[in-house]
């Protein structure tokens, strides 16, 4: 079964900047994958996912030009760039593998477990 293991959160200031790492189990080139997070008080949402081949990306448009989602498939690992975070970027973020439709699109839409996530606390 597919395993998928977040970290790299922690406590930034606003306009501050963490990476996210999401280390996957096997082999990454076969899957897309997403990053979602859960806010107290919200819903989860989908952040950011990237095709199995990494040829197109997804994000929210709260995050758009503020994180960037890229993937290393010799490290099995896709990251999450975070930049001039905001409070409200405060969460727990997860990843997981999510749909594609070839290497052209990807949803934000998990279809692996929630494993437990990486906190980001963002505040002054």
């Known amino acids: 079964q597919l395993q998928l293991v977040e970290s790299g959160g922690g406590f930034v200031q606003p306009g501050g900047s963490l990476r996210l790492s999401c280390l996957v189990s096997?082999?990454?080139?076969?899957?897309?994958i997403g990053w979602f997070r859960h806010a107290p008080w919200h819903e989860r949402e989908g952040v950011s996912c990237?095709?199995?081949?990494?040829?197109?990306?997804n994000s929210a448009d709260s995050v758009k030009g503020r994180f960037t989602i890229y993937r290393d498939n010799s490290k099995n690992t896709v990251y999450l760039q975070m930049n001039s975070l905001k409070p409200e970027d405060t969460a727990v973020y997860y990843c997981?593998?999510?749909?594609?439709?070839?290497?052209?699109?990807?949803?934000?839409?998990?279809?692996?477990?929630w494993g437990q996530g990486t906190q980001v606390t963002v505040s002054s």
């Open positions: 096997g082999t990454l080139d076969y899957y897309a």
């Open positions: 997981a593998r999510t749909f594609e439709l070839g290497d052209y699109v990807c949803y934000q839409s998990p279809r692996t477990p």
């Open positions: 990237i095709t199995s081949r990494g040829g197109s990306t």
